[in-house]
Structures are given as C-alpha cells and as structure tokens.
C-alpha cells in the first residue's frame, strides 16, 4: 500500500513539475478505454484570481477570477473570490485572454507513404481526397506545442500533398490521446494549386493544367454518385461501376454540404478557386495569400470564409544605387501594404480570420501581429481574427472563442498586453489543463552598474549599463576615458537569472569577442568574462542607478506614413479605376486607315458613339458633348491585332500528357503583367494567348483585349470564338518520356484521339437512347476533340514544314472539319495554293527563319508569296517584345514588295479574320467595336508613336497620361525607397556589416 502511495505521489508531482495539470478523469460513461490501475479522480478544479480579463473583442473585466472545472468555465466575474477546494493560481498584473483558434494548421501526419499510396484511391497521385486528418490523426508533437506556445488552443488540421488534398479535421491543441483530441473530424475538403512532387505522377505540371484537373475531378465525383446509384438501385443486375476513395470522399463537397478549403497564394489564385467554386456550386472557404487588400472592392460583396496569413515579405534591398534601381515599384509596395492586408479588410468590414501558417518560421507569429496592429488594426479586431472569426467559421462557436460559463477553458495568460506590447505568454490552458511557456525572469538586471576585475590584462573599473524590456535588454560597456561598445545577444535566462552578453574586445586591447555571463543578486553583480586570449577574468560590481523604464517594449512604427494609391495592377502604370467611356468621340481630319471597302482616307474624321464606330468620312457632326480630338498631321488605323502571344498568364505549357484540349488559358490570365501596359502603348488592343508547343493537342487559347487596369476575366473577349492550339514538328516530340516520339507519332497520336471521341460520342448517344447500364461520364478532353470535330473549337497549329501542314489539312478533311489558321508557317508559302483552296490562314512571322533546322528554309518573302496567292495573311508576334511594335514588323513587309494596305492589314483586319473575330474587330466599320489608334506620323515607320490607345471607346493609354505617371512611379519610388531605410534603421548593424534584411515595415 505504502508503495501505491508512493508511485501515485510521484505520478502527481510528475504531472505538476511538467506544468500539466490533467483534467481527463475516469468518466467511463463518455470514455471507451478502460482504466488501467488506479482511477485519476482529480476534479480539474481551479480558479484563476486577480488577472485583467479578456472575454471577448471588446470586453475586458479587471481584477476578474475565472473558476474552472473538468475542462469547463463554471463562473467568471471582477471580485469573485475564489470558491472552497479549487486550486488558487495567482494571476495579479497578468492578461487572460480566450485561447486563440487556428482555421489554417499544418501539423503534419500526411506524409506519403514510401512507395506510393495503396488502394483504389485515384489514377492521379495528386487526388488524395480519400486522405482523412481524423482517420490518420498522428500529428507533429512538435508542431503541436509550437503551435500552442503562441496561444493556440484549437485549430483545423489540414493535410498538404497534392491538389486535393483530403479533409481536414478541427482537433484540440492539448497532449491528450488523439481520440480526445478530435473535435470536428473530417470537417471540410482542402484544395490547393500547388501539386506534390513527392506524390509523382506527370500531369498536371501547369496552372492552367491543375485547373483542369480540379474541374475534371469535381465532374467525376458527381458522376460517381450517380453511377453507384444506378448499380444500387438496379438490383446490382448490372457490372458496378470502378471503384474510387478520392472520388466517393468527393461527394459531400460536390452536393454542397461540405466545405472546400481553397489554399490560394496570390490574388489570382483566389480568383480562380472563386470561379471553380462557383462554377461547380460549392461551399468554399479561402485560406487567403495575404494580397487581399488588392482585392478589397471584391471581396466587399463576398460572404465566403476568408483565413489571412501574416507573411509579410522582407525590405527589398536598398543598399546601393544600384540595388535600388532594381527593385520593382510592385515589390516595393507590397513590402508597405501587406503589413496593412488585414486592416483594409477589417476597415472595409470583410470578416476574416488569422493563421499562423504561411509563416516561415512560428517565432514571426507576434512580431508580424503586432506590426498589423500597429499598422492599423485594431486590436480587437485582431482578437476576433484569432477567437470568434474561426470558431464561428469552424462551428465550434458554443464551446469555443470566448471566456464564458459554460465554454471549454482554453486560455491565453499573458504578462500584458499581447497586441500592442512586446509582451509574453505565461501560460496557455487547453481544454482545462495547464501547459506553461515561459517562466517570469527570476532577477531584474536593468540599470547602471560599476564593475571591477582584478585579474590582469582585463580592467580595473568599468560602466555597464543595461535597459529597455525585460524581454529584449540592450546596453552598453565603457571603460574609462573610452567610448561605450554596444552590447550584442544579451539575454536573460528566467530558469536561472543568469545575464549573457557579448562585446567587442578593443577596449581592453585584445583583437575579437568578448563573452560576459554573470548572475545578480539583490543589487550585487557578479560573473566572469571569456577573453578572445583563451583566458577568464572574473568580476563583480554594484548597482550605481536603478532602471526607470518600462517592463515591455511597446510596438512602434518605424516607417513614414506614405499616401499610396489604390492601383490595379498594384505595380507600375496601375490604374485607379477603369476609363470612362464618353458617350460620344470623335477624331477630326486625320489620315485614316480604315483596314475597310473605305481603305486609307485623308482628312477624315472618327466618329464613336458608346464604344463602337459609327462612321468614317469627312466633315462628320458629331452629337452634341462628343469629345474631340483634333488629329490634324496625324494618322487613325484600327487597334493592332497579334494572333499568337504568351503574354500575360501564369504558364504557358501543360505537357504532362500529349493531348490536352481540356486545360484552358483563360483560367491563368495574370493582370499583374506589365506586357499588357506596353502591348498599349504600342497600339495593341487585342491579342490571342495561347497554349504553347510542347503538345500535339495543346489547350484551348483566349482571346484578350489589353484593358489594362482590369481583373483577369476583364481581359476576355466576350462570347469570342474558342480556338485550340495544335503543334507539329520538333516541339511535341521531344519530351523524352512521353509519346510521341517522332512526326509521324504526333500524326497518329492526334487520328487516334479523334477516333476515340468518336466513339465517345456514340457511347452517349446509346446511353441517352436507352438509359440502361452505367451512365458514362463527361469527359473534358473528349468534349473538346468532339468540339474539335464539330467546328466549335477551331485548330489553330503551329508548324514550320509544308509536309506537316499538308498532312494536318488532309487529316482535318478525312475527319470532315477545317483548320482554321496555321502559324509560324516559314514554309507556307510553298503550300499556298492548297491554303487558298482548302481556306486556311497563315499567321507569319515578318522576317524570323532558320533559328533552328525546321525554320532553316524560310525567306522574307513568305507574306507577300501568300498575300499574291490570296490566303488570308497574317504577322504574328511569339514574343512579347514583339508584340509591343506591331507596326513595325509591318512596315518591314514594305520592303518585300507589300503594299502599304495589305502591309497594315496583317496587324488588323487579316489578323482578325485568321482568329475569325473580323465581324467584331479589325476594321472602322460601322458596328465593329471601337479599337482604334492615334498616332503621331506614318503608322509603318518605327520612328511613330501611339498618341492614343482606345479600347471600346476607352481611352486606355496616351502619351500625356504616361508621362503623368512615369513622375508618379518616381515619386513613389523615392517614397517608398526612404521608408525601407527608415525601417531598417533600427536594425543597421556595426559599421562594416551587411545591411539589414528581412524587417517588415513598421517592425522593431
């Protein structure tokens, strides 16, 4: 018996020096493990007294006792004593604040397994929907207390391989079993853009490719409930359907009755999820990107769940005149406003909630926090970000989020004030049980002290002086008739009260560093000092002057406020705003190039009216108000076309499988791309992006018109025709891995999809017929290729050899549809006869050739060979220099032999009838939209400028704007230039050292 005893004492005191209090008792009504030994009959009966409490945003008690038992708030209220039995825990001039709730937690346990994933799980390694934080809850123990330590009490455990990712799970923070820690298992499906190398597999290896597989996965989850319940419900007479973990773990999601949590990581990506989301009617929540405040108009409308990081970017380098001129004005004002991100969002009233992830490294948590607090939010606000914003997002708001009887004690105690000081956390309760963080420092050693040695080669007296916060002490050594060395790393260790500190050793004549450890004791200092000599010199000392400072640091901003505009793109040359559109222009007496029946006109005028050409002629009237430009000496033509860009989105090729018509460009529009500016200021308005080479079957391309200033889908051409973009030749072929290997592969690769989605077609239209059996499913890549087929998605193929070209025409023609434009094309003029009678247009390059073997046989007479045969004829770019002076690869036509009409018409009306869009773009014609340009001279001479770039009758670009602006990026520039070197001031380091990197704006 003594022995029981013995072990159940020790077994207490374990549990105490630990700073674990358990409150996990032996209730075996709602516990299925039995009790092994004796019963832990401790009540968990506590009461924390005297501390300033915070039970809400916004609700403060002072002097407050909060009485805690079995894990529950049974009472809270200022001047409550104590009751009778509960553990009495001293909190006088501490802080309790309700435990902080994490929405995004990555604490790990989704590991792959060495040698891939087993089961029926899914055919793509990156579908890990299957995948359950609850079924597989063994989570980093060390994550888990980090996470802890910075006042976490709960949170959501979301998984991270692959795009999808599996569901994630709401669980306790505590060092309970996993059994008690669940709290919401399997609450809502994680979704990322990002795919895991780990996993393996090779498609999807693009942005535009991951979204496709996302759709395609959405699609497949909702056919394979239907597909199951056909088998069920037909008795199982039939041959049931494959069977898929990923997919069937899909099926709440896709009925809606299940969160997806998108994990975004920039603007774009959060517009994307949003649009999938939409698109396939789920109920979304964004773990946001920490760019939102670029978003602030979007999101105003918006309801979904928002979770923001505090992953502010490091100050760009500055150090050189150099280095400074390398900095974009969009790195620039990131670095100032993402300190801002979650006060534009608390001020424009957009809920959200704060994570911890994102961070590179946990010990940024409070540093980054209580930046955005001194930025601008208030620290009520970021309370709820970190309390009832989450709890409420994760359902757990009747137990969780607050300080109240009857909610679950998780508890933050906090030596002051968490949000506006450098304050630290004493304790974090979970679920009722206590887990300590840091102990108080057992000694103050602040002030002024005189210290002596007597050991020789060292000093005979000097001054030590030591301030500021507790937590952070700085100071400063000086020797007699010497001046102060600053002190390095000085730190106090609370457990021992011990000083640590280091300083330069020039003082005492000695070459290196000096370490200074010593301990206090009442107002006595004692220690000893390491010499860079290899020997130790001891020294003691008194207190001179106490220290009148105080305790904590607060959290000061150390950059000027700059007035930055709200810009989109948020770089150089944003706009604030989309243009006004007048309800009337028109441009007077004017050369103008109509690319029309009209041809070229001298001293004419441009009328416009709500964004579309009414007329061309002379001495037009104009309503009354119309805006006028007088264009006298200038010269008007359409806005320039280029039918083959790369400009301005996220990726370019997905060459994870041979054929993919099903990945779209229009899902990786970028509007932070400065080529969209410039394609303007060289009178581009409308550009087609498209798929690269590296496919046989590429994607579907997007047609684009150069709204700068715009969103992604503001970009898009409206109810445009859809191309798709084919390759030939060397670039399909040469993926190493993959088939095809050779030409006559990427002939046959391409007959053999079209002969499958024949028999896709028929295996519907049997299904529709008769509605027995399975029911098959939707294939984006064979939807395409029938669209394909059925001339609803026009071939647009790249190429260089005559051969290949003629071989995809006659394979178009067995098939029974028509190509509608081959590009690059160095030998089309060697097939121009057959273009012209099987109606193909050829996109070509002015003058490019023999930049590799397969362009070895071109010539610069290409477009006029083509023009003379009468195929529509058009110059492409395939380069985003190019694509800016547009004018000028047609001026080069001039020396061919071209005509200047037929020259101009290559970049507007040819251009658009090769894309099929001339019954809305390419011409002056009444009816066609207003894209025109304004320029200073003869539009083919490269020595002329556009004056003016208008897009629908919007004035996007024009010299005088942009000279407006290039003062303002300036001005911005030097602004924001001095605030990166004010806010690393307080950081510079001795002289001679690198400059200070990695302080965010408004950090200490």
């Not at 989109?568 to 706009?575: Q, Y």
């Not at 995809?808 to 028509?818: D, H, P, Q, S």
């Not at 046989?857 to 770019?877: I, K, M, P, Q």
């Not at 490269?942 to 004056?947: H, I, L, N, P």
């Amino acid at each position: 018996m003594k022995l029981v005893l013995s072990l159940l004492r020790l077994s207490v005191l374990a549990a105490a020096t630990s700073g674990v209090v358990s409150t996990l008792g032996a209730q075996q009504a709602t516990r299925t493990e039995p009790v092994t030994g004796l019963r832990n009959n401790a009540t968990g009966y506590h009461a924390l007294v005297g501390a300033r409490v915070v039970t809400a945003p916004g609700q403060v008690l002072d002097n407050a006792t909060i009485v805690i038992r079995n894990g529950v708030v049974t009472a809270v209220g200022a001047n409550t004593p104590a009751p009778a039995g509960a553990r009495v825990w001293e909190l006088k001039g501490l802080t309790v604040y309700p435990g902080f709730i994490d929405a995004h937690a990555d604490l790990g346990g989704d590991a792959p397994q060495q040698g891939g994933d087993v089961g029926p799980t899914h055919w793509n390694p990156q579908v890990r929907a299957w995948f359950s934080t609850t079924a597989n809850a063994k989570d980093d123990s060390t994550r888990r207390t980090s996470l802890r330590s910075l006042g976490f009490g709960a949170a959501l455990a979301v998984p991270r391989q692959g795009i999808f990712r599996g569901t994630a799970s709401v669980v306790h923070l505590g060092d309970a079993g996993v059994r008690e820690r669940v709290l919401r298992p399997d609450l809502a499906q994680s979704v990322g853009f990002s795919r895991s190398f780990a996993l393996g597999g090779m498609y999807p290896n693009s942005t535009m490719g991951t979204s496709a597989l996302m759709k395609q996965t959405l699609l497949d989850a909702e056919w394979y409930m239907r597909a199951w319940n056909t088998y069920e419900t037909s008795g199982r007479s039939i041959l049931p359907p494959e069977t898929s973990e990923a997919l069937a773990a899909l099926g709440k999601a896709v009925k809606g009755t299940q969160p997806v949590i998108f994990q975004t990581d920039s603007e774009e990506e959060y517009l994307r999820a949003y649009k999938i989301a939409s698109d396939y009617k789920l109920t979304p929540w964004f773990r946001g990107s920490g760019q939102e405040y670029r978003l602030v108009d979007v999101l105003k409308t918006r309801p979904q769940p928002l979770i923001v990081p505090l992953s502010f970017p490091d100050a760009p380098t500055v150090a050189n005149p150099e280095a400074a001129d390398n900095v974009s004005l969009g790195d620039l004002r990131h670095w100032y406003l993402a300190p801002t991100n979650p006060a534009q969002l608390a001020s424009n009233n957009i809920p959200f909630a704060i994570t911890a992830d994102g961070l590179t490294s946990l010990n940024q948590f409070f540093p980054n926090l209580r930046v955005a607090v001194a930025r601008g939010l208030a620290a009520d606000k970021a309370l709820a970000a970190l309390t009832t914003v989450p709890a409420g997002i994760l359902g757990i708001d009747k137990t969780h989020g607050t300080i109240a009887v009857g909610k679950v004690a998780n508890l933050v105690v906090s030596e002051g004030d968490l949000f506006t000081e450098e304050a630290s956390i004493r304790d974090v309760w979970v679920q009722g049980a206590r887990y300590g963080v840091t102990r108080p420092p057992q000694v103050d050693p602040r002030g002024t002290w005189t210290i002596a040695s007597d050991d020789q080669g060292t000093f005979k007296s000097a001054t030590l002086r030591l301030e500021g916060p507790l937590n952070r002490i700085r100071g400063t050594i000086e020797m007699p008739s010497r001046r102060p060395v600053n002190l390095t790393g000085v730190r106090v260790i609370a457990e021992t009260g011990r000083l640590e500190a280091t300083f330069n050793g020039e003082q005492l004549g000695l070459e290196g560093a000096v370490l200074l450890s010593g301990a206090v004791r009442g107002e006595e200092f004692f220690g000893v000092m390491s010499l860079p000599t290899g020997t130790d010199a001891n020294y003691k000392g008194t207190r001179t002057e106490p220290f009148t400072g105080a305790a904590r640091g607060a959290v000061a901003v150390k950059v000027p406020k700059i007035d930055l505009p709200f810009v989109r793109p948020s770089m150089e040359f944003g706009r604030n705003g989309t243009p006004a559109q007048p309800a009337a222009v028109i441009v007077r007496n004017a050369t103008v190039w109509t690319s029309g029946p009209q041809g070229k006109m001298e001293n004419a005028d441009l009328l416009v009216q709500a964004g579309k050409v009414v007329r061309v002629g002379q001495k037009l009237t104009a309503p009354a108000g119309a805006v006028e430009i007088d264009g006298t000496g200038k010269h008007v033509t359409p806005g320039l076309i280029d039918p083959h860009t790369h400009a301005g989105v996220s990726s370019v090729n997905e060459s994870g499988f041979a054929i993919v018509p099903e990945v779209q460009m229009g899902d990786v529009i970028t509007h932070n791309n400065i080529w969209f500016y410039r394609q303007l200021a060289g009178g581009l308005t409308t550009t087609m992006i498209k798929h690269g080479s590296a496919n046989p079957i590429g994607g579907e391309n997007v047609y684009v018109k150069t709204r700068w200033g715009g969103l992604p889908d503001d970009y898009k051409i409206a109810n445009a025709p859809r191309t798709v973009k084919f390759a030939l030749g060397e670039n399909p072929k040469r993926a190493p891995t993959r088939y095809p290997n050779t030409r006559m592969g990427v002939q046959e690769i391409i007959r053999d999809h079209f002969l499958a989605a024949r028999d896709y077609e028929k295996e519907w239209k049997n299904w529709e017929k008769t509605k027995t059996g399975i029911p098959p499913r939707k294939d984006l890549r064979m939807e395409a290729i029938l669209d394909i087929l059925n001339q609803k998605l026009l071939v647009s193929s790249h190429g260089y050899r005559a051969d290949e070209f003629l071989a995809l025409v006659r394979l178009a023609e067995e098939f029974g549809f028509k190509v509608q434009t081959l590009q690059h094309g160095v030998e089309a003029y060697k097939i121009a006869d057959e273009l012209k009678k099987s109606g193909v247009a050829a996109v070509v390059w002015s003058d490019w050739g023999a930049f590799k073997l397969e362009a070895y046989d071109a010539t610069s007479y290409n477009a006029r060979l083509l023009l003379e045969a009468g195929v529509v004829t058009s110059l492409h770019s395939d380069d985003n220099e190019i694509s800016t002076r547009m004018n000028w690869e047609a001026g080069k036509l001039l020396r061919s032999g071209v005509n200047e009409i037929d020259a101009i018409n290559t970049v507007t009306i040819n251009a658009a009838k090769a894309i099929a869009i001339d019954k809305r773009i390419g011409s002056l014609e009444a009816g066609k939209d207003a894209d025109f340009v304004i320029w200073n001279g003869y539009p083919l001479s490269q020595f002329t400028k556009a004056e003016q770039t208008w897009v629908d009758g919007r004035k996007y670009f024009s010299l005088d704007e942009d000279k407006v602006l290039r003062e303002d990026v300036a001005k911005q520039r030097a602004q924001l230039i001095q605030a990166v070197i004010a806010a690393s001031a307080d950081a510079a380091p001795a002289a001679g050292g690198a400059p200070a990197r990695g302080r965010g704006p408004g950090s200490k």
